[in-house]
């Protein structure tokens, strides 16, 4: 069972989720963000929960209270927004998106997600975390 506010279902290779994973964990102060790859089985157990298909690797998703009844999926737009508002200080101003309609936030991350690679790149294999951060990580890095 993952207690925290939410785990955080990112594409291990994509350049800008790798960024996004260590823009999290620099201001994740109280420690309430997992991480897994959408390349695992822990996503992919998830997201075959929720309906979703888990060889689409185009977006990030939030997992809130994973493992329990109660365990929800955000994804895209709306998961980037819950996600920045968690983190609490400026970055709550953050939430103010989420008044924007799914669809106008969710078209704007595509526009984003479907230029990732151009844009930040793509590694050859899921970046392994440094030592003192693995049990932050689900998928054989402390789950």
Known sequence: ????????????????????????LARDRRGVFRFAPLQGAFAR???????????DIDMIHLVIDADLPSER???????????????????RIAGVLG?????????????????RYRWFGKLDQCAVP?????????EGFGR
């Open 73 to 91: 999926l955000l994804s895209a737009g709306r998961a980037a927004v819950a996600i920045l508002r968690e983190l609490g200080g400026a970055w």
């Open 45 to 55: 157990e998830v997201l075959l929960r929720h309906g979703k298909n888990p060889n």
């Open 130 to 138: 440094a030592p003192e951060l693995r049990e932050r990580f689900i």
């Open 1 to 24: 069972m993952v207690s925290v506010a939410g785990v955080i279902l990112y594409d291990g290779v994509c350049g800008l989720c790798h960024r996004l994973v260590q823009f999290v």
């Open 99 to 115: 008044v924007l309609p799914a669809g106008i936030l969710d078209a704007a991350y595509r526009v984003v997600s479907t230029r």
